[in-house]
């Protein structure tokens, strides 16, 4: 029986012993003997303790008395010796066993390995402590709350933020830190959350320990046993103030952008500006002032929450450096900081009186358009002395911004609104109007002037067939012609008549040009003008212009009368004579036909000639339209020397003539051309009048111009004029001649510039001055209208008769 029960001890999965109340053993099963290394002689009474750490031994005999002493089962830890000399941590239980009497009389113990689960625990201790290291140093306050809402743990983060410490902690009730309007959701989600075992997330303003509240995020989540049952909820809660404070700033900023952007009142921008600052910054009142339209005094912008005395004392003051922070920001155009007003000694006159209102700070910031020019301040006013910190600073910095976005857009709104209003004026003045249009979409966009051009309603939906549809049929391909053009990105410019409903015509000139698009479409911008009133002007201007040439041949006409008779009487004297001697052959007996027929001959010559006269003079001064030919410019020059000689001898003025042998055809108006020349011949004979100590020496020179051009000069040696007046001679009604009108040179000028040429003087390096005039072979455009009068063939002589009869 007694080895059946040593089997059965030393089978127990521990090291059992038993000892007397003295401490010293009586038995060791073999598993201790095996462990230790000890016999079993060796081992009992005392020897046993050889296997015990020495720092652990006296807590062990203090251990084993307090059984002996109190009769009950007692527990201890304690380090024994491997038979290796290693020490492994060993769980001691011992219990008493006593005798009838009560008496304790040995005690009965086993040992068990615990060296594992103790390092166990202590790893398990070293991670909980990194971890509490980890939660304490985190920027966020994390809490352990037990299921009926007792804070368990709180972090470090959390007792500083409060100002509290752990044991006060564990006193506080769920939600009481929290702000009293957060306060009762709060308690409504915590109770949610801990009912249903749902995570709790929700925002919320938490008081810090100096009664300033911010913005922190909560999330709770349930701890669960292996049963699934919640025994612990922890929690995070993250700072979102500044969060908070940029949703904030940024819903304010999307309001005041949205009110610029639908035109609000610069007034209702700038108070929805201030007040977003007032709530923002809190503790604190804002203004915003305005440079005037001088540039040099304040005008108010917003206050809305500082007193309307105040602001009257502001408005009005001049902008410089003694009108107060904002004046000299203003002036200045940089940030001006008072951090306390008591002590301020820069604006006397400003001080007292923003003291006398309770203000006793201001930071004064300027508002600068995009080109950096101040157009006024942003203020924010202090009831206490204070200094901006970096973030208020950060602040006034975007505030400042935004105030200069709502300010330049609104002026920069006013000034294009004046803008619009000036070019639809200058449109409806200019009967201009513009357009832009995608040739390939047919999308037009028109201005008012346009559609008034057009004669459509405003309303109507514009495309390239109503166009078509109001341009007079005639002028059409040259307009589709245009709209291709326009279609492959080039310009145009042409001109067409528009035929209005009530059938009446418009000259229009059209002038486009095309570009693409920011999305690469190309678009067609241009401009439209009623040219109406302009043709019909040009056309009594041409009249006009007809007119006074008409008058200035006509003058002229005086001035050639002896040169014209002594023309005309030549040729009628021969006439009269070879008639006589005609009549005299043909009464002879027999009558002399051969000599009557070659009298015949000279009376039909020299009535020729007395017709080219007639012609020649008819064709200079009769009125008609222009009419443009091939023109040999030397033989008009003769023609016009020829028609002249007689009255050039007899001013004694002796012609040279530099006529070009190479000198190609011009497309001109013959009869005006010659007018021109006319016109320089008779100047130059008068300039000549007075001239007795030299020749009276008319030169006339053509030659052949650069850029197919063609040039006269008529040089004379007569008194010249001053250099300064070379341009005032082509004036009209501006002479240098007692009898002249002044209308010469004029009309020559505009009779030059309707062939596309040009005409100049210049003073001679000696006596007199040279007139010239040069004119395109061929004119880029068609020669101007109703000037002076096509050449009419004279009616047929008697002397063309007579010989027709014979």
């Known amino acids: 029986m007694e080895n059946e029960l040593s089997r059965v001890v030393d089978a ?74 290693a020490y492994r941590w060993f769980h001691f239980q011992a219990s008493p066993l006593r005798d009838p009497m009560g008496r304790v009389i040995r005690l009965c113990g086993i040992n068990r390995d615990i060296e594992d689960r103790r390092r166990a625990d202590e790893a398990v201790r070293v991670l909980e402590g990194r971890y509490r290291a980890i939660v304490d140093g985190l920027p966020a306050i994390v809490t352990l709350l037990s299921t009926d809402g007792h804070v368990e743990h709180a972090n470090r983060y959390m007792l500083e933020y409060l100002g509290t410490t752990s044991e006060e902690m564990r006193d506080r009730a769920v939600g009481q830190a929290f702000h009293p309007d957060d306060r009762p959701e709060v308690l409504k989600r915590w109770s949610h959350s801990a009912e249903t075992g749902v995570p709790y997330d929700f925002e919320a303003r938490l008081r810090r320990a100096d009664g300033v509240y911010r913005w922190f995020h909560t999330s709770g989540f349930p701890l669960r046993d292996t049963e699934g049952r919640i025994f612990l909820w922890y929690f995070l809660q993250t700072d979102i103030e500044d969060r908070k404070r940029a949703e904030a700033l940024l819903f304010g900023e999307k309001q005041l952008l949205e009110m610029v952007a639908r035109g609000d009142s610069r007034s209702a921008v700038l108070e929805a500006l201030c007040r977003l600052v007032e709530r923002t910054a809190s503790d604190c009142y804002c203004s915003v002032v305005l440079a005037d339209s001088s540039g040099k005094r304040v005008e108010h912008g917003a206050a809305p929450s500082l007193p309307s005395t105040f602001i009257n004392s502001i408005i009005g003051r001049p902008i410089n450096l003694e009108a107060g922070p904002c004046g000299m920001a203003t002036y200045l155009n940089e940030q001006i900081i008072s951090v306390d007003l008591t002590s301020e000694t820069r604006w006397p006159s400003w001080c007292p009186m923003a003291l006398k209102h309770g203000l006793q700070a201001c930071w004064s910031t300027p508002i600068s358009s995009a080109d950096g020019k101040a157009l006024g301040a942003f203020a924010i006013y202090h009831k206490d002395p204070k200094t901006p910190t970096s973030l208020l600073q950060d602040l006034i910095k975007q505030f400042t911004h935004i105030a200069s976005i709502a300010v330049e857009r609104v002026q920069n709104d006013a000034a294009l609104k004046r803008s619009e209003a000036l070019l639809a004026q200058a449109q409806t003045l200019s009967l201009t109007g513009s357009f832009g249009c995608y040739v390939a979409t047919d999308e037009h966009f028109w201005s008012g002037e346009t559609f008034n051009i057009f004669g459509y309603e405003t309303s109507a939906n514009i495309s390239f067939k109503l166009i078509l549809e109001r341009v007079h049929p005639e002028d059409r ?41 920011h999305s690469g479409r190309v678009e067609c911008i241009g401009a439209v003008q009623d040219m109406t009133a302009h043709r019909r002007s040009e056309e009594a201007l041409g009249k006009a212009r007809s007119e006074l040439a008409h008058v200035a041949r006509v003058t002229s006409l005086g001035e050639l009368t002896a040169s014209i008779a002594h023309e005309v009487n030549q040729p009628l004297s021969g006439i009269i004579t070879n008639a006589g001697t005609c009549l005299r052959m043909l009464a002879a007996d027999p009558p002399n036909l ?26 200079l001064f009769a009125k008609g339209n222009t009419v443009a030919d091939t023109v040999d410019l030397n033989e008009a020059t003769r023609e016009v020397i020829a028609l002249l000689l007689k009255e050039l001898q007899r001013s004694r003025v002796v012609v040279h003539t530099e006529l070009a042998g190479d000198l190609p055809a011009i497309t001109a108006d013959r009869v005006q051309l010659q007018q021109v020349i006319l016109n320089l011949f008779l100047n130059a004979s008068d300039a000549m009048g007075g001239v007795e100590d030299r020749p009276r020496r008319l030169r006339v020179r053509t030659e052949r111009a650069e ?62 001055a040279t007139f010239s005039f040069s004119i395109p072979c061929r004119p880029a455009r068609p020669i101007g209208v109703n000037s002076v009068s096509a050449i009419r063939p004279p009616a047929e002589t008697d002397a063309q008769h007579i010989v027709r009869t014979l």
């Open 12 to 85: 127990l999965p521990g090291l059992v012993w038993t000892a007397l109340p003295d401490g010293h053993a009586d038995f060791l099963n073999s598993r201790w003997l095996e462990y230790t290394g000890l016999g079993s002689e060796e081992a009992k009474g005392k020897g046993w303790l050889a296997a015990i750490h020495s720092d652990d031994m006296p807590h062990l005999l203090e251990y084993l008395e307090t059984i002996v002493a109190s009769g009950e089962t007692g527990e201890f830890e304690a380090r024994m010796r491997r038979f290796d000399g």
């Open 477 to 517: 391909p040259s307009i589709e012609q245009a709209i291709e053009s326009a279609a492959n990105g080039l310009g145009c410019d042409c001109e067409c008549r528009l035929l209005m409903p009530d059938g009446t015509l418009k000259h229009v000139h059209f002038v486009a040009h095309g570009t693409r698009d």
């Open 594 to 619: 051969d000599g009557a027929r070659e009298t015949a001959r000279r009376t039909i010559r020299d009535g020729n000639r007395a017709a080219d006269v007639v012609a020649r003079l008819r064709a």
């Open 707 to 768: 850029d197919d051009h063609v040039c006269l000069s008529v040089q004379d040696a007569g008194v010249g004029f001053e250099p300064e007046n070379a341009e005032r001679l082509f004036d009209a009604f501006y002479t240098t001649k007692l009898q002249g009108m002044g209308i010469g040179l004029s009309v020559s000028r505009s009779i030059v510039e309707s062939h596309q040429g040009r005409m100049w003087a210049v003073p001679n390096e000696g006596p007199g």
